[in-house]
């Protein structure tokens, strides 16, 4: 059995995977948010938001960085402090010591234990409250934000079927000289001219009312030029009114509308994906740990090789990598034919399990039999002090 008080040893090596998990886990997750948000330059430039929203946008993506990397993370963790600890003869030191391959694997596994922990806190709740805002934040970029920064002389696209000009922007917030490219209708797009007009900020969709001005439109039965002006005149700057309804993606539901979802939002056709979702978000967490075994393996058993062997630490590398093929492999699957949702908990559990029977069976099998033999010893002794 594997002893739940921490020696001096454990909290050692304990302490340098935990740093370096940190360490590795921060920057790997910078480095994929500094990839990944380079997609929200256009939308932030062509929309003239400043920096601090850039960062609030994209900030709200990386504890999803975080959950997906930190399985790998920690096999790299394991992997490589337990490497560099045979390469520096600690592990020789404490095999001579009388460690057992469970002593000695201790620390791997209380952190291996703290991402499987964090994972399910990343998974159950901050993931998904943190994609929501994400998806209301940009949906308010897309269809609000953007359209109370106009900029004199600038066509500013305000969504994909509307693009807005004005010639001057006075201190009270007036506009002057408005041109509006309204695509919003397909088979009736208008321009409207104005002399002049006024923002409405509000709860619903940004507004804008227009004074003294016409609209424009082709009608495409004739193609004749239809004018007609107007005094007064208020306009929506959203796309459309679809548009004000966002639907929500499996990523951003609890884990409860995941497993039972509304059949008002969800075709029967997808609610396998989301059962799917459900049951990765339950099972992934998990694959830290059988990662964790997996470098443990390569790292403990076998001969202590002088130079530095390379090539159990390969093997475990390329068992990672197929696991993690396999992982999204069955996934695909069973979003098909959910029968086959066992199997992303038989991919996330049974490496590890095979890996620990593999690293500690040996001992533990030793260790019973040697208590076996001590019994059987024991008992012709207590007969005859009875007798």
């Known amino acids: 059995m594997i002893a739940l008080q921490a020696t001096r040893l454990d909290r050692y090596v304990l302490r340098q995977l935990l740093a370096a998990l940190l360490a590795s886990t921060g920057g790997l997750a910078a480095l994929i948010w500094l990839t990944q948000s380079l997609r929200f330059v256009a939308m932030v430039v062509d929309r003239g938001l400043s920096l601090r929203v850039f960062l609030q946008l994209t900030g709200l993506l990386i504890p999803s960085f975080v959950a997906v990397i930190l399985p790998i993370t920690t096999f790299v963790v394991v992997q490589f402090i337990y ?17 057992s391959s469970t002593a000695i694997a201790r620390p791997a596994i209380a952190c291996a234990g703290i991402s499987v922990v964090l994972s399910y806190v990343l998974n159950l709740w901050i993931v998904p409250a943190s994609y929501h805002a994400f998806r209301e934040y940009e949906f308010e970029i897309r269809n609000k934000m953007a359209a109370f920064l106009l900029q004199e002389g600038v066509f500013t696209q305000v969504s994909d079927t509307m693009t807005v000009y004005i010639r001057a922007r006075d201190h009270d917030g007036t506009l002057r000289g408005i041109l509006v490219e309204d695509d919003r209708q397909k088979n009736s797009r208008a321009t409207i001219l104005a002399e002049h007009g006024t923002l409405l900020a509000g709860d619903g969709p940004p507004r804008v009312v227009l004074f003294n001005g016409s609209r424009e439109e082709i009608d495409r039965r004739t193609g004749r030029l239809d004018v007609l002006t107007f005094a007064r005149n208020t306009i929506d700057l959203a796309s459309s009114n679809k548009d004000e309804q966002r639907y929500r993606d499996s990523t951003e539901m609890s884990l409860a509308e995941l497993l039972a979802p509304d059949p008002h939002v969800v075709a029967v056709r997808d609610r396998g994906k989301f059962l799917v979702e459900a049951h990765r978000r339950l099972s992934a967490p998990l694959t830290a ?13 076998g001969a202590f090789s002088r130079h530095g062997g390379m090539i159990r630490p390969m093997v475990a590398i390329l068992v990672v990598v197929g696991l993690l093929a396999l992982g999204l492999v069955v996934q695909n699957i069973a979003a098909r034919d959910p029968v086959l949702i066992p199997l992303i908990w038989l991919v996330s559990i049974l490496p590890g399990v095979m890996a620990a029977a593999m690293l500690f069976g040996p001992e533990w099998r030793a260790r019973r039999e040697i208590d076996r033999r001590d019994t059987a010893a024991r008992v012709p002794a207590i007969r005859a002090s009875s007798a």
């Open 83 to 99: 490497q560099r600890l045979a390469g520096d003869r600690e592990l020789t030191v404490m095999r001579a010591a009388g460690l």
């Open 289 to 301: 740990f059988s990662f964790a075994m997996v470098a443990l393996v390569a790292v403990l058993m």
